[in-house]
């Protein structure tokens, strides 16, 4: 293959983690227009430590947790309609950054968009979960302002993955608009050499990413 002529150090594993991750299925969100958030107020954040967000994040070994895995653990409403495989609580890639967030000192609150649609719901734990990739963003990007995020748009994956390549923290991910992504985003911890699950890098459009220190 040209890419490992071209980049001789990379390893097959990394290149499944930047470029062939399986997908999670569907998160029930819509794709990300952060106008659909115009006057919704949050408290402001400061980003979690990147050792505190680390150990909170759910993880098998040095790997994201399996959604199934995620859904019990969070419990509540939510693990009770990922057993039914027709739902939208499939992917669990929101709820990892989500527990990430909750337990490393930063608490979720109740999120709605501007037109009160609630994009969140408690665990069993009485913490709040936000559900889909696309309100993620948007609630990182009202939470942490005072953090502006690097933005990456329309590169290619390997000029995504040069970009955070030695870097630690909060990833996610816009897909492009082809129809072939079938959440409305991804998000991740990326941990120096790639996220825990997956990158997703061929299907991005854009990428915020928030360097945890």
């Not at 390997?158 to 608009?177: D, F, R, S, T």
Request: charged letters at 20%; one cysteine or more.
């Amino acid at each position: 293959m040209d890419y490992f002529k071209n980049n001789p150090t990379t390893t097959f594993k990394d290149f499944d983690n930047w470029f062939m991750g399986i997908q999670e299925g569907s998160d029930g969100g819509d794709p990300f227009d952060i106008h659909d958030y115009d006057g919704v107020q949050v408290q402001k954040q400061k980003l979690p430590g990147r050792n505190a967000f680390y150990n909170a994040f759910p993880k098998n070994g040095t790997a994201g947790m399996e959604s199934s895995e995620v859904y019990k653990l969070v419990g509540g409403h939510m693990f009770q309609e990922n057993m039914d495989p027709s739902s939208n609580y499939q992917n669990a890639c929101a709820i990892r950054v989500s527990r990430g967030l909750n337990y490393s000192g930063k608490p979720i609150p109740v999120f709605r968009n501007k037109n009160g649609q609630q994009k969140s719901e408690k665990g069993s734990d009485g913490l709040n979960y936000i559900l889909d990739a696309s309100s993620l963003l948007a609630y990182m990007l009202k939470a942490y302002s005072d953090t502006p995020p690097l933005h990456l748009k329309n590169k290619t994956a390997q000029e995504y993955e040069k970009a955070l390549n030695g870097k630690w923290g909060i990833y996610i991910m816009v897909p492009k608009a082809d129809g072939t992504f079938t959440a409305s985003g991804h998000a991740d911890f990326f941990s120096q050499s790639g996220c825990l699950s997956a990158c997703y890098f061929n299907k991005a459009a854009e990428i915020y990413f928030w360097e945890l220190k």
